[in-house]
Nanobody, 130 residues
């Protein structure tokens, strides 16, 4: 069974850091583009960051640029989201997804195009307190 399992979310103070992980199982995901979304309470889910299969291309939500970094470890079949300088507005459940096309199509990630983003994890909760 193919699965994406997120972890690393917890309560942190404003200005703090967290690293989220998304472990893929069931098959190798090295040729998939991977990324993160988040959904804050009472709000719609939004794109956060994505990385191409090669790791050479990345794409970020404007509000997280310079604070968040997406990366991947092929040996562990895992992607990461390093989050620094956290703000209260970063509070959300964070989800990871995969795009089997491999290349980074930013419009598909921004639009959450489910024709391509076909795999979703169960989410991990990040709470940033003031």
């Amino acid at each position: 069974q193919v699965q994406l399992v997120e972890s690393g979310g917890e309560l942190v103070q404003t200005g703090g850091s967290l690293r989220l992980s998304c472990a893929a199982s069931g098959r190798p995901f090295g040729n998939y583009a991977m990324g993160w979304f988040r959904q804050a309470p009472g709000k719609e889910r939004e794109f956060v960051a994505a990385i191409s299969w090669s790791g050479e291309s990345t794409y970020y939500l404007d509000s997280v640029k310079g604070r968040f970094t997406i990366s991947r470890d092929y040996a562990k079949n895992t992607i990461y989201l390093q989050m620094n300088s956290l703000k209260v507005e970063d509070t959300a459940v964070y989800y990871c997804a995969a795009d089997k096309r491999g290349a980074l199509f930013s419009s598909s990630w921004s639009a959450q195009d489910h024709r391509y983003l076909e795999l979703w994890g169960q989410g991990t909760l990040v709470t940033v307190s003031s």
